[in-house]
């Protein structure tokens, strides 16, 4: 199969079925048929083409990384099980997710009494996500400092309600459209705009929170930039060797 086959395939895969031009829904197709009759390399191109949203939408509800990891295992054996199951009313990509999603819950609920994405009261608050800036190639410190702004971020994100936290995983960090996750999350499309608001919201002061003690320490002028400075001063001046 050709590279530009591939692709297709991928990307059919993370649309809805309803969303798909007639060559992409048969690519997908073909892909199931092959992955029903145990085809290797249909699997692993249906894995890999879903890894990294089925993790990010697990651990959106678990908040831990082996039981996220755990429920992507569990979610491609019941799927890769019972493909004969799949009748193509959505994409591929959304009938794994909402297979993962179930066993995530299924998971919290067996250690709570009882967990529903809808039940919380809704309050539209606008914020926009606090943007920092790329490292530069080449500059160990910043990129040091983004590693720590990725761990705060991630904290932050893991101390948001549920019902938020999964909606902000599916519209911002696997860019979903609306009607996708609210078809996903079975919401209304109003409500996973008024959640994403709220989240984005909640994200910001908690962000805000983490690196409110730290901010005296931004813009770090240390270790290599500080030597390499002083040696060019003291060069220039004629002092040392």
Not at 68 to 93: I, K, P
């Amino acid at each position: 199969m050709s590279d530009t086959n591939g692709d297709e395939q991928v990307t059919a895969m993370q649309r809805p079925a309803a969303g798909l031009s007639a060559g992409a829904r048969a690519l997908e197709a073909e892909l199931i048929d092959r992955a029903r009759a145990r085809d290797e390399a249909a699997l692993r191109e249906i894995m890999q083409a879903n890894n990294r949203r089925l993790y990010r939408l697990a651990r959106a509800i678990l908040r831990n990384d082996s039981e996220a990891e755990d429920v992507v295992q569990e979610t491609y054996v019941r799927a890769f099980t019972h493909l004969d199951g799949f009748r193509g009313e959505s994409g591929l990509s959304t009938w794994l997710s909402r297979i993962a999603i179930n066993e995530a819950l299924g998971r919290v609920r067996s250690a709570k009494p009882h967990v529903e994405l809808g039940a919380v009261s809704e309050a539209a608050l606008e914020a926009q996500i606090i943007k920092f800036p790329v490292s530069p190639p080449g500059d160990p410190e910043r990129t040091m400092a983004q590693r720590e702004i990725q761990r705060v971020v991630e904290r932050a994100i893991d101390e948001l309600p549920d019902v938020f936290r999964t909606v902000f995983v599916a519209r911002v960090m696997e860019g979903m459209n609306i009607e996708e996750t609210a078809d996903l999350l079975g919401l209304k499309p109003e409500t996973v705009k008024t959640r994403l608001h709220r989240a984005r919201t909640m994200l910001r002061e908690n962000v805000e929170k983490e690196i409110g003690p730290v901010m005296m320490d931004a813009f770090p002028f240390a270790g290599w930039r500080c030597e390499r400075l002083t040696e060019a001063v003291l060069k220039r001046l004629g002092v040392g060797g």
